[in-house]
C-alpha cells in the first residue's frame, strides 16, 4: 500500500488577494522543451487553486502571462526576469529552468497574497549546483533519516510513482537542481543500480526529474569493478578498471536522460578507496572523471575521509586535521569535472563547529559545502532546530584566502577562483511519511536550504517568513509565532546540548540524546577531554595544531583562548572551569546557565506552539505538539545530565543554587 503524502509548502489554499486573478487569464511560452512544459502546468495548476480560475494557453499577443526564452538576456540558463506591466506578467530567461524558477517565484508571490502591479525582480542563481543527497538505502531503509522509510527504494526494488513526481515539485520548487538517490556507503544491491537491473526505473525516474530541471546522480561503490566486474582489482591506475567504467559510463548516459554523474565516498568509514592500492584521492577520481568526461558528466568526491580507529589516549592524533591533511597537498590535481564535496565543518554537522580550513585553503580545486538538513545531531526531527542559521554563518565566514571575496559563499558560488564546478548540498531530511520530513517545521529546513542555496542574499527570517507563508497562510499571528519558534530554536538546541564548540556528548551509534562519555573513550576521534580543572581539547599550535590550518589571521585568532570566539572556545582550547568568559562569567557558570536557559526556551517554544492551536490544522497541530512536548522534557534530559556530569568533575557549585543531582 502507497503511503499518503501532503504536498507541504505547495499545498495551495485560496487567496484572498482577487487583484492578482486579472493577469492569470491566458499563458503563452515559446518554449518547446518539456522544462517549459512543466512550467505551464505548474502555473496553471497554482493559479486554478489560488485564485480559483482556469488559465487557458494564448497567443504572444494575447496572452496576459508570456514564459518568454530571451537569448543572451544575461541571465543565464537558470536566471529569471519577472515584469509587470499593465496588466501583463513576463518571465524571461535564456533557459526553460529559469522560465520553471521563475514560475514557482511567481507562485510565491501569490501564496504570500503579494500584489503584482509594476513588479521587476531579476534572479541569478548564487551556486550552480544546488543538490540533495539522500541516503536511502535500497531495502527502504534511510541512514539517519527521521521520517520513515524511503520513497526511493523498497526491498531492493527502485519506486517510480506518483510521490517520485511529488518530490520532484518540491525540490525544484526551490531550485535544487540535482540530486543523488542513494546512500553514499554503497552495498549490497546499491552496488548494482549502475547496472541494467535497475535501468528501466531509473530511466524513469531520471525523465521525471529532467522534466523539473533536476539532474540524477548515482553514489557508487569504488570496488565496484571487482565486485560487479569480476576483477581482481578497483586500481585506479589500471587499465582494464579504466576500461570498464568507461563502458559502464557510456551505458548510463545512454539509458538516463540529463543524468548527472557520480558521488563518491571513498576510504571513509569502511568503504573501499585508493589507498587499498597506493593511490591518491587525485588518481582515484580523476579515473572517473575520465570516464564521465565525454557526457559532461561531474564526479562529486567526499572529502569526509579520517582515521576511524583511533586510540582515545592518543592526543597529538586529530580527526579535526584529517580533511586539510588528505586534500590540500592534492589541490590542483584534480580534473576539471571533479567537485570536492566539503562538509560545514571538520568533524561531523555538529550543532557548533568551525569552518572547514579546505574552504580558503584549496585555490585550484572545484569545490562544494555540504551541510546537513538530516538532524542527525540537532534533534533528530523530533526537536525543532531551524538549521538556516547556521548555514548562513557558515557561508559568510571569512576565510582570509584574499582580500576580498573570500568567504565560503564566495568561493562555492565560483566568485572567488572563478569556477563553474561547485555549489552547496545538503544531507537530505525527507521520508515517506505523510508530512515528508517527520516534524512538520522541519520542512523550513528543506525549503530554506533551496532558497538559499539559490539566493544566498537572503536572510534566515526572510526564509521562514516565504516557508510559514506558503504553509501555513499569511495570518501575522502565525508568522511572527512560527518565525519565532524557528529563530529561537538553533540557538536554545545548542545551550541545552554541547556547551562552547566542544561537540558529541551523545549516545554512541545513534546519537539521540545526551551521554556525556558516550564517546569518550571510544576509537573514533571524538573527545572531550574533561577532568577536574577543565574541559576542551587543545587545538592550537602547543596542542594538535589543527588551528594552523588556517589561514594567518585565522589561525591566529583561533590559535589563542583570549581572541577565539567563544562559541568555539572548547573546540579549540582546554579551559580551566573557573575561567571568566567575556560575560563575567565563569565557564563552569556558563555551562549551568546556558542549560538551564535552553531547557526553559524547549518549553517556551511549546507554550508558543499551543498557543496556535485553532490556527494550523489539527493534524499538523498535535504532530508538531508530540514532538515538541518530548523536545521540552529530552530538554530536561539533557540539561540534567550535562549539569550534573560537570558539577560532578569540579564540585563547583551553581551559584544560583538551583537543583543539580
Ligand atoms: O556522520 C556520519 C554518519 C554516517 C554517515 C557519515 C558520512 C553516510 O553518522 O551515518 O554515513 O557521516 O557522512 O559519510
Known amino acids: 500500500m502507497e503511503k499518503k503524502y501532503e504536498k507541504a509548502w505547495l499545498s495551495y489554499r485560496r487567496s484572498r488577494n482577487a487583484e492578482n486573478t486579472g493577469h492569470f487569464g491566458s499563458v503563452f511560452t515559446n518554449g518547446t522543451g518539456v522544462v517549459a512544459e512543466t512550467a505551464v502546468w505548474e502555473l496553471q495548476g497554482a493559479v486554478k487553486e489560488l485564485l480559483g480560475c482556469h488559465m487557458e494557453r494564448g497567443s504572444w499577443e494575447a496572452a496576459s502571462v508570456r514564459l518568454i526564452l530571451e537569448p543572451d538576456c544575461g541571465l543565464g540558463e537558470e536566471g529569471y526576469e519577472i515584469r509587470e506591466s499593465a496588466g501583463r506578467l513576463t518571465v524571461a530567461s535564456e533557459g526553460e529552468r529559469g522560465l520553471l524558477y521563475g514560475v514557482f517565484a511567481c507562485i510565491r508571490l501569490l501564496q504570500g497574497e503579494k500584489p503584482l502591479e509594476g513588479l521587476s525582480v531579476r534572479k541569478i542563481p548564487s551556486a550552480p549546483l544546488r543538490m540533495l543527497n539522500h541516503w536511502d538505502n535500497m531495502d527502504g531503509s534511510i541512514e539517519r533519516g527521521y521520517s520513515g522509510d524511503s520513497f526511493f527504494f523498497r526491498e531492493d526494488k527502485v519506486l517510480v510513482d506518483d510521490r517520485t513526481r511529488a518530490y520532484a515539485r518540491l525540490a525544484s520548487s526551490v531550485g535544487i537542481n540535482a540530486v543523488v538517490i542513494n546512500n553514499v556507503n554503497v552495498k549490497g544491491s546499491a552496488t548494482r543500480l549502475i547496472e541494467d537491473d535497475y535501468s528501466r526505473e531509473l530511466e524513469a525516474m531520471s525523465e521525471i526529474f529532467a522534466g523539473y530541471g533536476i539532474a540524477l546522480y548515482l553514489s557508487i561503490n569504488f570496488a565496484a569493478p571487482m565486485e560487479l566486474g569480476g576483477h581482481e582489482s578497483a586500481d585506479p591506475c589500471d587499465p582494464q578498471v579504466q576500461q570498464w567504467w568507461k563502458e559502464k559510463a557510456a551505458d548510463l548516459y545512454r539509458r538516463l536522460p540529463g543524468f548527472g554523474g557520480f558521488l563518491v565516498k571513498a576510504d571513509s568509514e569502511g568503504r573501499p578507496g585508493p589507498f587499498t592500492y597506493g593511490r591518491t584521492h587525485a588518481e582515484g577520481a580523476n579515473m572517473l572523471a575520465d570516464a564521465v568526461a565525454p557526457y559532461g558528466g561531474r564526479i562529486i568526491w567526499r572529502c569526509f575521509v579520517y582515521n576511524c580507529q583511533q586510540d582515545w589516549r592518543e592526543r597529538k592524533i586529530d580527526r579535526a586535521k584529517s580533511g586539510y591533511d588528505y586534500f590540500m597537498p592534492l589541490d590542483g590535481k584534480f580534473r576539471d569535472n571533479v567537485i570536492l564535496q566539503i562538509k560545514n565543518g571538520p568533524m561531523d554537522f555538529q550543532v557548533r563547529e568551525p569552518v572547514s580550513p579546505l574552504f580558503g585553503g584549496l585555490e585550484h580545486t572545484n569545490s562544494m559545502l555540504e551541510v546537513q538538513i538530516a538532524q542527525e545531531y540537532t534533534g533528530q526531527q523530533r526537536h525543532v532546530c531551524y538549521l538556516l542559521p547556521m548555514f548562513k554563518q557558515v557561508l559568510e565566514f571569512k576565510t582570509c584566502c584574499r582580500e576580498d571575496h573570500d568567504r565560503v559563499r564566495d568561493i562555492v558560488t565560483g566568485r572567488t577562483f572563478g569556477q563553474t564546478n561547485c555549489g552547496i548540498v545538503a544531507v537530505a531530511n525527507t521520508g515517506d511519511d505523510e508530512n515528508w520530513t517527520g516534524h512538520d517545521l522541519a520542512a523550513a529546513n528543506l525549503f530554506g536550504f533551496g532558497r538559499l542555496s539559490f539566493d544566498m542574499d537572503l536572510s534566515v527570517e526572510e526564509i521562514a517568513e516565504e516557508w510559514i507563508a ?192
Open 470 to 661: 506558503c504553509t501555513f497562510g499569511n495570518d501575522p499571528e502565525i508568522m511572527e509565532k512560527i518565525s519565532k519558534i524557528l529563530m529561537m530554536s538553533w540557538p536554545a538546541y545548542e545551550k541545552y546540548t554541547s556547551p562552547l564548540g566542544i561537540g558529541w556528548m551523545v549516545n554512541p551509534g545513534y546519537h539521540y540524546g545526551p551521554n556525556v562519555d558516550g564517546y569518550e573513550y571510544d576509537r573514533w576521534g571524538t573527545y572531550h577531554r574533561a577532568d577536574h580543572k577543565g574541559i576542551g581539547v587543545d587545538r592550537s599550535p602547543a596542542g594538535t595544531g589543527y588551528s594552523e590550518q588556517y589561514r594567518r589571521l585565522n589561525a591566529d585568532m583561533y590559535g589563542k583562548r583570549e581572541s577565539c570566539p567563544e562559541e568555539l572556545l572548547l573546540f579549540f582550547h582546554h579551559i580551566p572551569y573557573d575561567y571568566r568568559l567575556s560575560t563575567g562569567k565563569t565557564l563552569i557558570q556558563h555551562i549551568y546557565d546556558t542549560h538551564f536557559e535552553g531547557a526553559l526556551e524547549a518549553k517556551e517554544m511549546l507554550d508558543i506552539w499551543n498557543s496556535l492551536e485553532s490556527k494550523v490544522p489539527v493534524t499538523v497541530f498535535e504532530r508538531v505538539q508530540k514532538r515538541m512536548e518530548h523536545q521540552a522534557s529530552h530538554a530536561e534530559e539533557w540539561r540534567d545530565q550535562v549539569n550534573t556530569y560537570f558539577y560532578r568533575k569540579s564540585m563547583i557549585p551553581d551559584e544560583q543554587g538551583r537543583t543539580i543531582y
